[in-house]
């Protein structure tokens, strides 16, 4: 995947591969490699690869974004049915097809009205149900290192249908997979194998579960294509930080936090297909709202009056045309109403984002050097005697996270507010996005947008050296955890190869893991199932069976490790449903 390519939405790729003989579909991959390295010159909206001396290839993207089939133009003889317009589509990010929330028009945000839909899922749904489900499932079987282009299109073309069936949520999860694979297979340095498998475990969830669903379950499940947005009269805020957004579908900008003074958060953004000079350069542009000429960089310092405001449920302000904002003054953070924030004990936190709310952190740290982990150093902090793991929120090097958590471990001793993102995991650990300034504690750093010196640091600042990192989180469900991630890169074969281990499920029975011990002996039950014919030919494997038994893996994992997170912090939480839950 090439960021200097611009977002094709899903029904395009999966147009041009589907348009592709068999033989040339043999030759995708091949041709996505090729293209990648070649030189992409952008003219405008216009996107040139020379795929040699004589052929270019052609995207155009008024508004950023590739949007019909006929908008990729090739020279080659072939044209149009040619392997180069595929592989272009197939190397680019994939584009959303909804419209973005900011894009709602003003009368759209004043109403929030939706129109009422059937208590169970229609047939059409259904059917994108289990399309979207079997891709999915092939995708797993063949994982990311055999998920090639030919797979990758054939799951953007099932969430096109599913977002025609009115299953946004659906499409979207299925999009986040897609995106994952071409993260993992170009070897994004922004790749995570934790991230891919969750996106895998929400989009075989979604789908397994949505033609069971009635009720608001299966509201829940649809999803919505736009945020509905509410009047809220007057608003008057208070900057928080601001944060840059780079994500692998190939979208970056920045986003601004914001408060009232009771506490309730709202954001502005500014995102926009682009890559990581948008995600730098973003927070100097002017925020979109009303017209006041506030940069995102000075929002997060000052305060804005609203007037006609308009709010989706996440708390993102809306940017109609009735809207009216003007620059007010700022509070510090030890400073109320902000420091009401801070107030909030940690445990109450990590419930709150644990059950579903906000998942910002605000709190008083005292840094006590690094430790090591199998990613990198993260900062070691201590939380009111909690011991815990700060790390950073983005690793791209364009971006100044992971400098300024060198250069924070280096004020060992420190006593500082931050504002961090809860990272769930069996150990207290977040990811740090702002703090206060380490020798000036009237002063904030964002810490994805902002560069520390060393000379911000105490005088005769030095770096401890890293400790190693704790590994009694490493058993007994690691036994399974790590099987259920094995399988994504690797597929179903690795599981088949690898063999059963039965002292893997004793073991897990043993120490009170029972379920989980089952569910990996089944996993490599599901794994194995591979019948034969008269003639001892493999017959084709049961996609669907090994999908559901890893599926069952992996929500099992995902809610012991939030059960852990939440005793780690000492934070309660209620029983909420997963993505991956079984009906």
Not at 262 to 288: F, H, I, K, M, N
Request: hydrophobic share 45%; aromatic share 2%.
């Amino acid at each position: 995947m090439s960021p200097d390519l611009p977002p094709v939405v899903p029904s395009v790729t999966a147009e041009l591969v589907a348009a592709l003989s068999p033989r040339l579909r043999k030759r995708l991959d091949a041709g996505v490699t090729k293209l990648l390295a070649r030189p992409a010159v952008r003219e405008g909206d216009t996107v040139r690869i020379a795929v040699d001396d004589e052929t270019d290839v052609v995207l155009r993207a008024p508004g950023g974004t590739v949007t019909g089939a006929d908008a990729i133009h090739c020279g080659c003889l072939l044209a149009p049915d040619c392997l180069h317009r595929a592989a272009a589509a197939s190397a680019a990010p994939v584009a959303e097809e909804a419209p973005a929330p900011a894009e709602v028009t003003e009368a759209e945000e004043g109403t929030g009205t939706t129109q009422p839909e059937p208590d169970a899922a229609t047939a059409e749904q259904r059917a994108a149900a289990r399309a979207v489900f079997d891709a999915a499932a092939a995708v797993l079987e063949a994982g990311t290192d055999g998920a090639g282009a030919v797979l990758q299109a054939e799951l953007l073309h099932a969430a096109h249908t599913a977002r025609l069936a009115g299953l946004p949520r659906a499409s979207a999860a299925a999009v986040s997979v897609v995106t994952g694979v071409r993260a993992a297979r170009s070897a994004d340095p922004g790749h995570r194998l934790t991230d891919l498998a969750g996106a895998l475990a929400g989009a075989l969830g979604v789908a397994h579960r949505l033609p069971h669903a009635t009720g608001p379950d299966l509201t829940e499940l649809r999803g919505t294509v736009r945020q509905p947005y509410r009047p809220d009269g007057s608003l008057r805020l208070y900057g928080l930080f601001s944060e840059p957004v780079l994500t692998a579908t190939g979208y970056a900008g920045a986003v601004t936090w914001t408060a009232d003074a009771d506490g309730r958060l709202y954001t502005v953004s500014d995102v926009a297909p682009g890559g990581p000079a948008r995600a730098t350069g973003a927070a100097d542009r002017a925020v979109r709202i009303g017209d006041t000429a506030l940069t995102h960089r000075e929002l997060s310092r000052a305060g804005l009056a609203v007037s006609g405001a308009t709010v989706s449920p996440t708390g993102r302000l809306g940017a109609g045309a009735g809207v009216r904002a003007v620059r007010a003054s700022g509070a510090a953070w030890r400073a109320e109403p902000l420091d009401r924030l801070w107030a909030v004990p940690a445990a109450e936190q990590v419930a709150r984002a644990l059950n579903g709310g906000q998942d910002l952190l605000f709190l008083e740290v005292t840094l006590a050097g690094t430790v090591r982990e199998a990613t990198g150093d993260c900062l070691l902090a201590d939380c009111a005697g909690l011991p815990l793991r700060l790390a950073t929120a983005h690793d791209d090097p364009a971006l100044p996270h992971r400098d300024n958590l060198r250069l924070l471990a280096a004020a060992g001793g420190s006593r500082l507010r931050i504002v961090a993102r809860l990272a769930p995991g069996p150990y207290p650990r977040a990811l740090l996005l702002a703090a206060e300034h380490p020798t000036d504690p009237g002063a904030r750093v964002d810490l994805g947008l902002d560069r520390l010196r060393r000379a911000d640091l105490p005088a005769g600042a030095v770096a401890p050296p890293a400790r190693a990192m704790a590994t009694g989180d490493e058993a007994p469900l690691h036994l399974l955890r790590r099987r259920v991630h094995q399988v994504v890169p690797g597929g179903r074969r690795v599981l088949a190869l690898a063999g059963n281990r039965p002292g893997d499920g004793a073991r897990l029975r043993r120490l009170g893991l029972a379920t989980a011990g089952d569910l990996l002996d089944d996993l490599h039950a599901a794994a194995a199932d591979r019948s034969r014919d008269t003639f001892g030919r493999l017959l084709p494997a049961d996609t669907g069976h090994f999908a559901r038994a890893w599926l069952a893996a992996a929500v099992y994992t995902d809610e012991v490790e939030r059960a852990l997170c939440a005793a780690a912090w000492g934070a309660t939480v209620n029983e909420v449903s997963s993505p991956g839950r079984t009906p």
